[in-house]
């Protein structure tokens, strides 16, 4: 069984090397584990490549048998002298002075000179029976880095501390001891997941910069500066609720919550923008009313349908709250995240924007041909920002000093460029562009057949378009490696010499396609025998396995690579590693996501093994006369070559010479690998003192055969019996380990893919090559790994997103008192998938499972709420018994504004995320390198869901212009067949004068 805790996967490795001897490399280490390990956020360090001390006590077979000694008597007189034992305390004077016996030895050397009494009775000096000395154990493992020997030590974070707290104190340390280390020791940490953190973190603060610019900047045109400021506070004040939050669902900042907080950035200003383009607009068209009134009734007005709409968009991401699995355990995060920061947005846009609106919204007369004066209090204002901005240059801090400039400029700007813009769009474009769209929507309701005839022919046609296109599917998104792993693979109980020179010819190939000074290559760092496994298969963590190696090469960041794509140097690795005989290679990229199995697992279960290892062997031969292209190499974990030496033993004559099987067992396990006899202190550490046979004996079988086992059976009498006289050897093979799933045996074939390709494609392939496999009956054949994790997270999917579809339906129910209008609006949600269909046609980009399928989800929620704001607008200027068409259209008209804005606000927040736009803007402050890059590894990852709401959202909003007011008329006239009633007559009793003025404006402004 194989258990993935995310929590115990070093954070950072830090790696000694240089022109040192071990001896004191493994000092530096032990002294960087305990300064690190007293830090409160780690938990532990493990130290890799190290030789590990103890005294060894190399006994002569021969001189043991002269001696008629034994290993227990060796044992026994070790621990005996090898002691301090406290007396008690007596009572000297006025004092009371304890008694130590003091017997622990100072000098591993002196041990030599114990004197053994054998069962003779003569005493034997150990020194000439043994070789004693303070050396280390046999080497388990190797460590380099950069082709030179080094010691890594590998850093687990306590579970919920600070990542990067515990990042800075570390690389603290290591400066501070670097003052007094010798020159020649090279530091060197790799692997340093704070530095995606921090990234992460970068990108975060800076696309939310990015997104309030261009949110605001578009609002602005619409309701004016001062108002778009209001909404675009929205983004940060949400945000804080939802920091404020987080820590009671015990979450830290990992890169799932930063993200869904990038991802929520476009969607949270929309109730903001909803209430305040409200009250804008009843302030500006009804002269009578204070800025009280109209806060007033704007958000009384469409109280209801945000709140429908905000609860439809936190809908979708409800039922991910139960996704299953370890992908469902790494996602979590996500809808979590999301669903904090659009309650929050609710509370922000009905509590705070009313305020700030009351305060700050005045009424602007855009007809006014007067130029904008200096007024006293703007120069006051200007002038207590420009001491800010002197201050800030005088302290040493240009980034204060150049933004207040800057703010200064945008200032005046606004008052004196913005404001002829703002009025030239509010009083000319903007009246067209709401004329000419109800020409639209008057044309559209005219021809209402035709208009759903060619939303159904693009739905059909979007999905052939993709199917054409056919474009490559993927579990997780997955981009240019930024580790690129050669995983080795030697036939079990390959010693573990043999495999570190096999290793070290892997780095010369490697070296010879990178290169020794590569500038994108930050490390080479090669394991042998221990952090070597493949992590794509289950593999023992921690533990020597002399027959397994691993070279990794780590690139910088991408924005820091001058040379081409790191993909290409994959592939280049992947040819000149093969040829080596006797060996398995592999070469992977880092994964992207959580932790899952190989992209092609085939396992092959049956109860009879021997039977299932020939069946195994049979698929791999058949796939590979299949010739499907991409498969790097079919590898089984079947171990049936595991050589060992059995020693068989005959109970009968052992029995009769009074020695048991324990005995004998413990003779040859502390012949071979030794038996710990008692512990070597010193002033820093202790170590074990390890009794057993010299090296040319504990190598040879024949002579630990012939070993005596010495001992006085019952009648007293010295006995000398060999171990060959009641044992005898054979030598074999045996299965090095038999693995079971769901209790049934099981062989795992598996593959990684090749650049070019994707999982989910090879494994259909494998899937339709099996088929045609004559499986024998008892036996089973089927797909797993990660494949696994796909149909679960697939299936899951589907689920969710009929679960979200039920959960929006519900809601809207529960709002219009109606089944009809949900559907309509439900019709909405499903045309807006033509958008993401056509956009992926278009694009060909690159379909991910789990992305696509999560942004699908996300987008009915998001598509819904402009859906509801007309409906709800159109059944209100109904009510008050204004005809259908009449009303659909002006329902249109005067919920455009908001429409349009909060999607193009959705839009362009998700547009850094998509394309990874990223400005440095301290920098660009502080030293004018504002670091302009497009791209990165997190667009990778999270580019997919990016677009799929944007293609969809796109498309979304046409829709919810022109195509719900169709299904609206097409609604009301069945339910008019069906009634008899006259389609525009009032559906609800007229309401009141009051809430007549405050729907039915006079226009803003004539064209």
């Not at 890799?48 to 043991?64: C, I």
């Not at 008052?415 to 639209?440: C, D, E, W």
């Not at 992590?535 to 190696?549: D, F, I, K, M, Y």
């Not at 667009?939 to 007011?965: E, Q, R």
Request: net charge negative; with cysteine.
């Amino acid at each position: 069984m194989q258990e993935v805790n995310l929590s115990e996967l070093p954070i950072m490795n830090i790696n000694l090397a240089g022109n040192l001897s071990v001896i004191q490399l493994k000092k530096f280490a032990d002294d960087f584990q305990d300064k690190i390990e007293a830090l409160p956020e780690i938990t532990r360090v493990d130290i890799v490549g190290a030789l590990e001390q103890q005294v060894n006590v190399d006994v002569d077979l021969n001189k043991l048998r002269a001696s008629r000694l034994g290993f227990t008597d060796i044992q026994r007189a070790i621990a005996g002298e090898n002691i301090t034992i406290s007396g008690g305390s007596i009572d000297v004077g006025n004092q009371k002075r304890a008694v130590r016996v003091a017997g622990q030895y100072v000098r591993a050397a002196d041990i030599a000179d114990i004197q053994i009494k054998n069962l003779n009775g003569a005493a034997v000096r150990l020194g000439d029976i043994a070789t004693v000395e303070d050396a280390f154990k046999e080497r388990e493992s190797y460590a380099r880095l950069d082709g030179k020997p080094a010691i890594t030590l590998n850093v687990v974070k306590r579970q919920g501390e600070n990542l990067i707290d515990a990042s800075d104190k570390i690389k603290q340390i290591i400066d501070d001891s670097k003052k007094t280390l010798p020159k020649e020791l090279d530091i060197t940490v790799t692997g340093d997941t704070s530095n995606d953190t921090r990234v992460t973190l970068h990108d975060l603060i800076n696309t939310i910069i990015i997104g309030f610019l261009l949110v605001t900047l578009i609002l602005m045109f619409f309701m004016g500066t001062t108002n778009a400021l209001f909404v675009g506070l929205s983004v940060p004040l949400s945000m804080f609720l939802a920091f404020v939050l987080l820590p009671t669902f015990d979450f830290s900042l990992n890169m799932i919550v930063l993200f869904a907080f990038l991802l929520a950035l476009g969607i949270v200003v929309d109730d903001a923008i909803v209430v305040i383009e409200n009250t804008h607009r009843l302030l500006h068209e009804h002269p009578e009313m204070t800025t009280k009134q109209a806060a007033k009734y704007a958000a009384g007005e469409v109280f209801v349908p945000v709140l429908a709409g905000t609860l439809t968009t936190v809908a979708p991401f409800v039922p991910l709250l139960f996704w299953p699995g370890i992908v469902g355990s790494f996602m979590f995060y996500l809808p979590v995240t999301l669903i904090l920061t659009l309650m929050a947005s609710l509370i922000v846009a009905f509590i705070m924007n009313p305020v700030f609106a009351v305060s700050f919204m005045k009424r602007e007369d855009h007809h006014n041909a007067e130029r904008p004066k200096l007024d006293k209090n703007f120069l006051i204002g200007m002038g207590v920002l420009l001491l800010i901005a002197m201050i800030g240059y005088l302290m040493g801090s240009p980034f204060v000093g150049n933004l207040v400039i800057t703010v200064i400029v945008l200032c005046f700007l606004n008052k004196f460029v913005f404001v002829h813009m703002i009025a030239g769009f509010q009083t000319k474009i903007l009246p067209r562009f709401q004329n000419g769209y109800a020409s639209i929507v008057t044309w559209a309701l005219r021809h209402p057949a035709l208009v759903m005839g060619s939303m159904v022919v693009l739905f059909v046609g979007s999905f052939f378009a993709v199917a054409a296109r056919q474009p490559k599917v993927d579990f997780f998104p997955k981009g240019d490696p930024k580790f690129v792993y050669t995983y080795l693979k030697m036939p079990v109980g390959t010693r573990v010499e043999v495999t570190d020179s096999v290793a070290r010819e892997l780095e010369k190939r490697i070296y010879g396609v990178i290169g020794r000074n590569n500038p994108d290559v930050e490390s080479v760092i090669s394991n042998v025998a221990i952090g070597a496994g493949d992590p794509g298969e289950a593999t023992a963590t921690g533990v020597s396995q002399s027959h397994l190696a691993k070279v990794g090469v780590a690139f910088k960041e991408l924005s820091e690579r001058t040379g081409p794509a790191t993909s290409t140097y994959m592939d280049k690795i992947r040819e000149v590693v093969k040829g080596i005989p006797g060996t398995e290679i592999s070469v992977d990229q880092e994964a992207s996501g959580p932790p899952t199995g190989k992209p092609i697992a085939i396992e092959v279960s049956g109860d009879d093994y021997p039977e299932l290892a020939k069946l195994s062997k049979k698929v791999i031969s058949y796939l590979d006369s299949a010739n499907i292209g991409g498969i790097e190499d079919l590898r089984s974990n079947l171990e049936d070559r595991n050589p060992e030496i059995a020693v068989n033993i005959d109970r009968v004559r052992a029995n009769r010479e009074g020695i048991s099987t324990a005995q004998i067992g413990m003779e040859v396990r502390t012949a071979i690998y030794g038996y710990e006899a008692s512990k070597f202190k010193t002033a820093d550490d202790d170590y074990p003192i390890q009794v057993r046979y010299a090296k040319p004996y504990r190598e040879d079988v024949n002579a630990i055969l012939n070993s005596p086992l010495t001992f006085r059976d019952a009648t007293g009498q010295i006995r000398q019996v060999p171990i060959s006289s009641v044992a005898e050897v054979k030598y074999g093979t045996t299965y090095g380990g038999i693995k079971r799933k769901d209790v049934k045996r099981v062989i795992t074939i598996s593959s990684n893919v090749l650049n070019g390709f994707t999982g989910p494609d090879v494994v259909r392939e494998i899937e339709t090559a099996l088929k045609a496999f004559p499986t024998p009956a008892g036996y089973t054949i089927k797909m797993g790994g990660a494949q696994e994790d796909q149909k679960e997270t697939s299936d899951f999917l589907g689920i969710a997103a009929v679960g979200a579809l039920a959960l929006i339906f519900i809601i809207l129910v529960t709002q219009f008192n109606s089944v009809s209008k949900p559907i309509i609006i439900l019709t909405e949600v499903i045309f807006s998938i033509i958008g993401v269909m056509l956009g992926l046609a278009i694009t060909g980009m690159n379909v991910s499972i789990v992305m696509t399928g999560v942004g699908i989800i996300a987008l009915a929620g998001i598509v819904v709420k402009n859906g509801i704001l007309l409906v709800e607008f159109t059944d209100m200027l109904r009510s008050q018994g204004m005809p259908l068409r009449e009303a659909i259209v002006l329902a249109g008209r005067t919920r455009l504004n908001p429409v349009v804005l909060t999607a193009t606000a959705a839009i362009l927040g998700l547009i850094p995320l998509a394309i990874g736009l990223n400005i440095d803007f301290y920098e660009m402050f502080n030293s004018f390198e504002p670091h302009f890059f497009i791209g990165g590894e997190s667009v990778v990852f999270w580019g997919p869901l990016a677009w799929t709401i944007i293609f969809g959202l796109s498309f979304a909003t046409i829709i919810t212009l022109v195509v719900v007011p169709v299904m609206y008329l097409i609604n009301e006239r069945l339910r008019a067949k069906i009634t008899g009633n006259d389609p525009d007559a009032p559906v609800t009793p007229p309401a009141d004068a009051e809430e007549i003025r405050a729907t039915r404006p006079p226009v803003l402004a004539e064209a």
